[in-house]
């Protein structure tokens, strides 16, 4: 999990940062080259959108650690305390099933692509496997993510029993 969080942190959130950062560099230029020279550029469309869908799978297991992934917690706000850790630790392990499975069918998708040669609709021609290839990439840091939501979920369900033995004890005397 180290490595894994090692990358994510050092390479990956940086590399999703400067597409960014490119994507928004990019708009600019293709607005001043409308307004200014009256010139549209072929490929910004795709530059843009490409780029900006990279940045965002490459970070959605960082969102998920920072805790900026949307969390609904109007019903599992009202459960007791045995209730809400059996939610978290089934909703990890349905999150971690889900990216699992998003990795494998990203991946043959992928492939797809490559054997069949498909290409973007622009003046570009990008090759759209390595396009989509950010789907399985970006879901294995969001399995990490949910494999680690897990692991910190069960030792928690392990105190909340040893403190319901305290309290019964605690009780008793």
Same mark, same amino acid.
């Given at each position: 999990m180290k490595l894994i969080n090692f990358i994510e942190? =050092? /390479?990956?959130?940086?590399? %999703?940062?400067?597409?960014? /950062? *490119?994507?928004?560099?990019?708009?600019? /230029?293709? %607005? /001043?080259?409308? @307004? &200014?020279?009256? =010139?549209s550029f072929s490929m910004s469309e795709e530059?843009?959108?490409?780029?900006? +869908?990279? %940045?965002?799978?490459? $970070?959605?297991?960082?969102?998920? =650690?920072?805790g900026n992934h949307i969390y609904v917690d109007l019903i599992v706000m009202r459960l007791g305390k045995r209730l809400k850790k059996a939610t978290s630790i089934l909703n990890a392990i349905i999150g971690?099933?889900? %990216?699992?499975?998003? &990795? !494998?069918?990203?991946?043959? !998708?992928? @492939?797809?692509? *490559?054997?069949?040669? +498909? $290409?973007?609709?622009?003046?570009?021609?990008?090759?759209m496997g390595y396009v989509f290839l950010v789907v399985p990439i970006g879901m294995i840091f969001f399995a990490a993510y949910y494999l680690e939501s897990f692991i910190k979920e069960v030792p928690k369900v392990e105190q909340i029993e040893e403190d319901k033995v305290q309290e019964t004890v605690n009780s008793l005397m």
């Open positions: 942190d =050092k /390479i990956v959130t940086t590399i %999703a940062v400067c597409l960014f /950062i *490119f994507s928004c560099g990019w708009m600019l /230029i293709e %607005a /001043i080259s409308r @307004q &200014v020279f009256s =010139k530059v843009v959108l490409f780029s900006l +869908i990279w %940045a965002i799978f490459l $970070t959605l297991g960082k969102s998920g =650690k920072e971690f099933l889900y %990216a699992c499975f998003l &990795v !494998y069918v990203g991946f043959n !998708y992928v @492939q797809h692509l *490559f054997d069949t040669g +498909i $290409t973007s609709n622009s003046s570009l021609r990008l090759p």
